[in-house]
């Protein structure tokens, strides 16, 4: 069973940086798609930033610009870089993959790491 580990997360106030971790217990290069989503209560879950294999990247709008997905696979790691934090940002940030196994997609989920934006 492929395990997702978060770390990072707290408390920041508006305009600081904070980084989230996300240690895979498979190789990352296994999963077509890993990528970082957030909720906040009452709210659905987003998708927040997404990684390719290939060294690509994709945003959510809200924070493109501000937010990085970088990836160290020596490491099986993943990683969110939060930059510019604004209060809105304040949510749970979930690290999620993706792969298909015999034409059934799988997905995992990391335990989810809470972010608040505030002075």
């Known amino acids: 069973q492929v395990q997702l580990v978060q770390s990072g997360g707290g408390l920041v106030r508006p305009g600081g940086s904070l980084t989230l971790t996300c240690a895979s217990s498979?190789?990352?290069?296994?999963?077509?798609?890993m990528g970082w989503f957030r909720q906040t209560p009452g709210k659905e879950r987003e998708l927040v930033a997404a990684?390719?294999?290939?060294?690509?990247?994709s945003y959510a709008d809200s924070v493109k610009g501000r937010f990085a997905v970088p990836k160290n696979n020596a490491k099986n790691t993943l990683y969110l870089e939060m930059h510019n934090l604004k209060p809105e940002d304040t949510a749970v940030y979930y690290c999620?993959?993706?792969?298909?196994?015999?034409?059934?997609?799988?997905?995992?989920w990391g335990q989810g790491a809470q972010v608040n934006v505030s002075s």
């Open positions: 498979e190789s990352i290069d296994s999963f077509p798609a």
């Open positions: 999620n993959a993706a792969r298909l196994i015999g034409g059934v997609k799988q997905l995992y």
């Open positions: 990684a390719t294999p290939d060294g690509g990247a």
